[in-house]
């Protein structure tokens, strides 16, 4: 089972950037067999997914993210990345990153939530 850590959070004022990073290790194949994304979750609100990239490189976001959040990936470096512009207090939570093995082709931000493979999370925090 792939080992993901996230990291790179932390407290912004609104209209800010925030890069976070998900480096993945103790997989068997690389991070290009696997869709991964993003999924979050606020005090007392339901897990969200926030964006996907499937095994070819396609994207997808939830729709209140879309054009401000870019998710991005380095098969080489295993690694996972989301770039946050623009951020409102309401993007205020929990980050996750996860992974699913020989995902099928397309993918939607809420099928994040229920992926297997998880991280532990990092802070993000938008103040007004």
């Known amino acids: 089972q792939v080992q993901l850590v996230e990291s790179g959070g932390g407290s912004v004022q609104a209209g800010g950037s925030l890069r976070l990073s998900c480096a993945a290790s103790?997989?068997?194949?690389?991070?290009?067999?696997?869709?991964m994304g993003w999924f979050r979750q606020a005090p007392g609100k339901e897990r969200e997914g926030v964006a996907a990239?499937?095994?070819?490189?396609?994207?997808v976001y939830t729709d209140s993210v879309k054009g401000r959040f870019t998710i991005s990936r380095d098969v080489a470096k295993n690694s996972l990345y989301l770039q946050m512009n623009s951020l409102k207090p309401e993007d205020t939570a929990m980050y996750y990153c996860?992974?699913?093995?020989?995902?099928?082709?397309?993918?939607?931000?809420?099928?994040?939530?229920?992926?297997?493979?998880r991280g532990q999370g990092t802070q993000v925090t938008v103040s007004s």
């Open positions: 103790r997989y068997t194949f690389g991070i290009g067999s696997y869709c």
């Open positions: 990239i499937d095994r070819a490189g396609s994207t």
């Open positions: 996860a992974a699913l093995y020989m995902c099928r082709a397309a993918v939607a931000p809420a099928d994040v939530v229920f992926w297997g493979n």
